[in-house]
T-cell receptor, first 118, second 111 residues
Framework: DARVTQTPRHKVTEMGQEVTMRCQPI?????VFWYRQTMMQGLELLAY????????DSGMPKDRFSAEMPDATLATLKIQPSEPRDSAVYFC????????????????FGQGTRLTVV | SQQGEEDPQALSIQEGENATMNCSYK?????LQWYRQNSGRGLVHLIL?????REKHSGRLRVTLDTSKKSSSLLITASRAADTASYFC???????????FGKGNQVVVIP
């Protein structure tokens, strides 16, 4: 059954370490989103891609975060160096998009990566 | 901001009662979507309403959209304990693919 897969599900790391989160979007979906969820800020849009090209990453702290789509089956979100304030649940979502149109169908979410930076 | 803003933030009701949540936004939209999130899980899409639609139903869910007031409401009728979750509205604006979420409503249905 088609679903968005995120790995790892949980990650505990020490401050200063590099963290890489991975997402496998649903096959055929050409729009991919990365979100961060915390109690205080809610769901923040970090970045999104269409056809593997980054459309907007203005929600990401540029000095430490980077998002890429090496191919259509893999999206990555990296934090280097990680800080305690990066502790959150990170969600990836994908959706189909008509050419040159906005997202006019639902987005499918993965189960998230719960990141704890100590 | 293009985000949806839900109101109220938390709602506690008895099983069988109706639950209503509202969402407002600031700029013109292509569509508005409602999602549910159970504790510790990913978000699940509930219903999408396009800017040229005023009302939509799906099972016990009813969504309305008032583009003149830039607001939407989600009604859950005959609530069940299993409806306990957080509910989010999200907006998609013309010309881009951004799916921006509000802060969500926590709904608790007491058996």
């Amino acid at each position: 059954d088609a679903r968005v897969t995120q790995t790892p599900r949980h990650k505990v790391t020490e401050m200063g370490q590099e963290v890489t989160m991975r997402c496998q979007p649903i096959l055929g979906h050409n729009t991919v989103f990365w979100y961060r969820q915390t109690m205080m800020q809610g769901l923040e849009l970090l970045a999104y891609f269409r056809n593997r090209a980054p459309l907007d990453d203005s929600g990401m702290p540029k000095d430490r975060f980077s998002a890429e789509m090496p191919d259509a089956t893999l999206a990555t979100l990296k934090i280097q160096p990680s800080e305690p304030r990066d502790s959150a649940v990170y969600f990836c979502a994908s959706g189909p998009t008509l050419r040159n149109a906005g997202l006019n169908t639902e987005a499918f979410f993965g189960q998230g990566t719960r990141l704890t930076v100590v | 901001s293009q985000q949806g803003e839900e109101d109220p933030q938390a709602l506690s009701i008895q099983e069988g009662e109706n639950a209503t949540m509202n969402c407002s936004y600031k700029t013109s939209i292509n569509n508005l979507q409602w999602y549910r999130q159970n504790s510790g899980r990913g978000l699940v899409h509930l219903i999408l309403i396009r800017s040229n639609e005023r009302e939509k139903h799906s099972g016990r869910l009813r969504v309305t959209l008032d583009t003149s007031k830039k607001s939407s409401s989600l009604l859950i009728t005959a609530s069940r304990a299993a409806d306990t979750a957080s509910y989010f509205c999200a907006t998609v604006h013309y010309g881009n693919n951004r799916l921006a979420f509000g802060k969500g409503n926590q709904v608790v249905v007491i058996p």
